[in-house]
């Protein structure tokens, strides 16, 4: 894996053509970019994720991930600050009531996401190691490559779950 390329406001003082012609690269770029921008079209027709610098609730700038795009960020910008502890929906969706961690409470959520991103990440490269040695067995015997990519598919079951939590308690934290 390559080193990430940084573009720091790269659509600045650029003319349509040559705007076009950067998307049109971009599109086909199969390295990892981290893209720092106000243009919100540009960003989300070249990039896969966004994220964005958010006031946590110590008021310290916090990078939060933001699945939503850039529509999140303007929603997330749009609410009313709230003063102290982390706040998140009940059930994960909008519109919902609030519920509000004790100082107990955010620490072992902010200890079990520390755990479950280590445990992915070892999930991850348990998962790549298996499909390195899937791609070495003798490709006629079927049981075998069977059984081992019954293995591959539990731990990237086991992995997207933990993802799923993980999701979860960031929400919950940011």
């Known amino acids: ?37 106000h243009d919100r079209y540009f960003m989300e027709r070249v990039t896969d994720q966004q994220y964005a610098i958010l006031p946590g609730p110590d008021g310290a700038g916090r990078l939060r991930h933001l699945p939503g795009g850039v529509d999140e960020y303007l929603r997330l910008r749009a609410e009313p600050a709230r003063p102290g502890a982390a706040t998140a929906a009940l059930d994960g969706s909008e519109g919902k009531q609030l519920t509000t961690l004790s100082g107990a409470e955010l620490r072992a959520a902010q200890k079990e996401l520390a755990s479950l991103e280590r445990r992915i990440e070892r999930l991850q490269q348990q998962a790549a190691q298996a499909r390195t040695r899937l791609a070495e067995l003798d490709q006629s015997n079927y049981q075998l490559l069977g059984a081992e990519t019954a293995k591959i598919t539990a731990l990237d079951d086991e992995a997207s779950a ?8 960031s929400a919950l934290l940011d």
């Open 1 to 37: 894996m390559s080193d990430p390329e940084m573009l720091d406001e790269p659509t600045n003082d650029l003319d349509t053509d040559m705007l076009a012609a950067m998307e049109d690269l971009l599109d086909s770029w199969s390295g990892t970019l981290l893209v720092v921008s």
């Open 162 to 169: 933990l993802e799923e939590r993980w999701l979860e308690l």
